[in-house]
């Protein structure tokens, strides 16, 4: 691995900036609460809220991640260092234009966001992009990786496209495209990106064995094929039959490659030579499980007709609680679970032999510190079975809480 000065600046600033966007996300969650009541589609403060997370949190903390561990798991140097800091600034500055913009429903304010997002994460995608052409043993990982990220560059295209129709008035299949820009950027890119990395990295961390090939091949497969036949399908009406066929056929297919992961991962954590369970090892468990309890969830959405679907709480309800296990119990829980290994990892590079002494210095003992991390880890699984519920001002305020928490602890280990 080739580890730049630069490069691990970038990262922890990143990952800094993105515990801040954590918490911003769950108050403006609490605040919005009644917001969780209205109708899902195109609803601006739930579309706002969303990208706190999606944008400040999840991708901000793996792209700041990549700039290191692509090169741990595929042996390669980043293409073009020096525009990792441009990207970064540019891409915050736009992030907050386009939420403020969606939050108070100002087309100029959304579009202009919409199009300095789509630049600066184009440009930091086709630099990953051309960095993978130094790989030299394509397998899993390196595969799952450029798909991942070419799904990142449709999903781009998508957003761009949803942002502008909020000042030029355009209008073509809005539900279709937004549905498409929600699979692609989810299990497109955050989804496959984090099975194709966790199978080279998972077995480094825990010393297990490599799942065999035929597990990632029909993973690699069925996730794809799904997603094709998902953006095929709304090239036609919603009511066709060739609709609904194509959308379900999508539907089953990543259902599928989801649940053979989660098979292949419990499959290889419990088969890991290290048998001890830490903080990172409660969070994956927890995400996937959660991954899970979101793929039941959306095959009911998929199946069960709307009208028998007022029995659990309505469409509505389901589809938050679906978004935000995908998204905060998956999503949220695996990167939180991950930065448990990367931040400590970056700030040994930063900081050499004075770095990890355990977080707060004198302050605290590691005992204590090891204590601080299952009581922000038990507040975040309490506020996600809360949010389950739809015990949402609840949920939120413990998530809330757990967050500033986190952040205190992870940025009191170095900065």
Same mark, same amino acid.
């Given at each position: 691995m080739n580890a730049t000065d630069s490069s691990i600046e970038i990262s922890l600033k990143h990952i800094k900036t993105a515990l801040v966007f954590l918490p911003v996300f769950f108050i403006v969650m609490?605040?919005? *609460? !009644?917001?969780?009541? /209205?109708?899902? @589609?195109?609803?601006m403060k739930i579309?706002?809220?969303?990208?706190?997370?999606?944008?400040?949190?999840?991708?901000?903390?793996?792209?700041?991640?990549?700039?290191m561990l692509l090169p741990v798991a595929l042996g *390669? !140097?980043?293409?073009? /260092?020096?525009? @990792?800091?441009?990207?970064?600034y540019a891409y915050t500055a736009s992030l907050l234009l386009f939420?403020?913009?969606?939050h108070y429903f100002i087309g100029s304010v959304i579009a202009a966001g919409g199009i300095l997002l789509f630049i600066s994460v184009l440009i930091y995608n086709i630099n990953i992009l051309a960095s993978l052409k130094k790989v030299k043993k394509w397998d899993y990982s390196a595969a799952g990786i450029a798909f991942a990220y070419s799904y990142l560059f449709i999903g781009l295209s998508l957003g761009l496209y949803l942002a502008l129709s909020f000042y030029f008035k355009i209008g073509f299949n809005i539900y279709?495209?937004?549905?498409?820009?929600?699979?692609?950027?989810f299990i497109g890119f955050a989804v496959m990106l984090f099975i194709a990395v966790s199978y080279r990295l998972l077995p480094m961390f825990y010393m297990t064995k490599t799942p065999a090939?035929?597990?990632?091949?029909?993973?690699?497969?069925?996730v794809n094929s799904g997603i094709i036949a998902i953006i095929a399908s709304s090239f036609f009406k919603n009511s066709s039959a060739v609709h609904i066929y194509m959308n379900g056929i999508g539907i089953g297919l990543l259902s599928l490659g989801i649940l053979l992961y989660c098979y292949v991962f419990f499959n290889l954590m419990l088969k890991r030579l290290k048998k001890k369970f830490d903080i990172t090892t409660f969070y994956l468990f927890a995400g996937i499980i959660f991954l899970k309890l979101a793929v039941i969830i959306g095959l009911m959405l998929?199946?069960?007709?709307?009208?028998?679907?007022?029995?659990?709480?309505?469409?509505?309800?389901?589809?938050?609680?679906?978004?935000?296990?995908?998204l905060f119990g998956f999503g949220g829980m695996v990167i939180i679970g991950f930065l448990h290994k990367i931040y400590p990892f970056l700030i040994s590079l930063k900081v050499f032999e004075?770095?990890?002494?355990?977080?707060?210095?004198?302050?605290?003992?590691?005992?204590?510190?090891?204590?601080?991390e299952y009581l922000i880890f038990g507040l975040f699984l309490a506020g996600s079975i809360f949010w389950i519920f739809y015990l949402i001002q609840i949920a939120a305020a413990i998530l809330f809480i757990a967050s500033l928490i986190l952040l205190f602890h992870i940025l009191s280990m170095g900065w």
């Amino acid at each position: 691995m080739n580890a730049t000065d630069s490069s691990i600046e970038i990262s922890l600033k990143h990952i800094k900036t993105a515990l801040v966007f954590l918490p911003v996300f769950f108050i403006v969650m609490f605040l919005d *609460v !009644k917001n969780f009541n /209205e109708y899902f @589609f195109m609803n601006m403060k739930i579309i706002s809220l969303t990208h706190i997370f999606t944008l400040g949190f999840l991708l901000m903390v793996i792209m700041g991640a990549s700039y290191m561990l692509l090169p741990v798991a595929l042996g *390669v !140097k980043i293409a073009y /260092e020096k525009l @990792f800091f441009p990207v970064y600034y540019a891409y915050t500055a736009s992030l907050l234009l386009f939420v403020i913009g969606m939050h108070y429903f100002i087309g100029s304010v959304i579009a202009a966001g919409g199009i300095l997002l789509f630049i600066s994460v184009l440009i930091y995608n086709i630099n990953i992009l051309a960095s993978l052409k130094k790989v030299k043993k394509w397998d899993y990982s390196a595969a799952g990786i450029a798909f991942a990220y070419s799904y990142l560059f449709i999903g781009l295209s998508l957003g761009l496209y949803l942002a502008l129709s909020f000042y030029f008035k355009i209008g073509f299949n809005i539900y279709g495209i937004l549905q498409d820009h929600i699979y692609v950027m989810f299990i497109g890119f955050a989804v496959m990106l984090f099975i194709a990395v966790s199978y080279r990295l998972l077995p480094m961390f825990y010393m297990t064995k490599t799942p065999a090939g035929i597990y990632w091949k029909t993973d690699l497969a069925a996730v794809n094929s799904g997603i094709i036949a998902i953006i095929a399908s709304s090239f036609f009406k919603n009511s066709s039959a060739v609709h609904i066929y194509m959308n379900g056929i999508g539907i089953g297919l990543l259902s599928l490659g989801i649940l053979l992961y989660c098979y292949v991962f419990f499959n290889l954590m419990l088969k890991r030579l290290k048998k001890k369970f830490d903080i990172t090892t409660f969070y994956l468990f927890a995400g996937i499980i959660f991954l899970k309890l979101a793929v039941i969830i959306g095959l009911m959405l998929a199946i069960i007709p709307q009208r028998e679907l007022n029995l659990f709480g309505g469409i509505n309800g389901l589809y938050y609680v679906f978004g935000f296990l995908g998204l905060f119990g998956f999503g949220g829980m695996v990167i939180i679970g991950f930065l448990h290994k990367i931040y400590p990892f970056l700030i040994s590079l930063k900081v050499f032999e004075k770095a990890k002494k355990g977080a707060y210095g004198k302050l605290f003992s590691d005992l204590k510190t090891k204590y601080l991390e299952y009581l922000i880890f038990g507040l975040f699984l309490a506020g996600s079975i809360f949010w389950i519920f739809y015990l949402i001002q609840i949920a939120a305020a413990i998530l809330f809480i757990a967050s500033l928490i986190l952040l205190f602890h992870i940025l009191s280990m170095g900065w």
